[in-house]
């Protein structure tokens, strides 16, 4: 195994949003031979966050080390079409930057007016290129 990702959905756990793991390893380059860096993530719901993880962190064995850490997210109070000033939401407990891309997306929408379009090659990009 060199990588792992998984969900644990959230009714399984009776809760609001899903449990994120994602496990990379050696051939990552991010750890020594047979040991494995995890991170698991969720929006928080309670009052004991660490409790929370509780599900995932069964999942991963025995642990070496491991560092909790709870952050706020943060989202703009405007969408920037009014004074131009386009600010991103805060990541989020999502894993692959999902709603990450949600949010860059639609803020290229409000500044250009139009969705972004990735097939489109700017007149002076060769198709080989």
Same mark, same amino acid.
């Given at each position: 195994?060199? $990588?792992?990702?998984?969900?644990?959905?959230? =009714?399984? $756990?009776? #809760?609001?949003?899903?449990?994120?793991? !994602?496990?990379?390893?050696?051939?990552?380059?991010?750890?020594?031979?047979?040991?494995? *860096?995890?991170?698991?993530?969720?929006?928080?719901?309670?009052?004991?966050?660490?409790?929370?993880?509780?599900?995932?962190? =069964?999942?991963?064995?025995?642990?070496? /080390?491991?560092?909790?850490?709870?952050?706020?997210?943060?989202?703009?109070?405007?969408?920037?079409?009014?004074?131009?000033?386009?600010?991103?939401?805060?990541?989020?407990?999502? !894993?692959?930057?999902?709603?990450? *891309? *949600?949010?860059?997306?639609?803020?290229?929408? #409000?500044?250009?007016?139009?969705?972004?379009?990735?097939?489109?090659?700017?007149?002076? *990009? !060769?198709?080989? /290129?």
């Amino acid at each position: 195994l060199q $990588m792992c990702h998984i969900i644990i959905p959230q =009714k399984t $756990m009776k #809760r609001s949003s899903d449990i994120y793991i !994602s496990c990379i390893s050696a051939s990552h380059n991010v750890s020594p031979q047979g040991k494995f *860096v995890a991170i698991v993530s969720a929006t928080v719901e309670t009052q004991n966050p660490r409790a929370e993880l509780e599900p995932a962190l =069964k999942l991963l064995g025995p642990i070496d /080390e491991m560092f909790v850490n709870v952050t706020d997210n943060f989202e703009p109070l405007a969408d920037g079409t009014k004074d131009k000033c386009f600010i991103s939401t805060s990541y989020d407990a999502t !894993s692959h930057f999902e709603t990450t *891309v *949600v949010d860059v997306l639609e803020m290229w929408k #409000r500044i250009t007016g139009a969705p972004l379009d990735l097939d489109k090659r700017p007149a002076h *990009v !060769s198709a080989d /290129e």
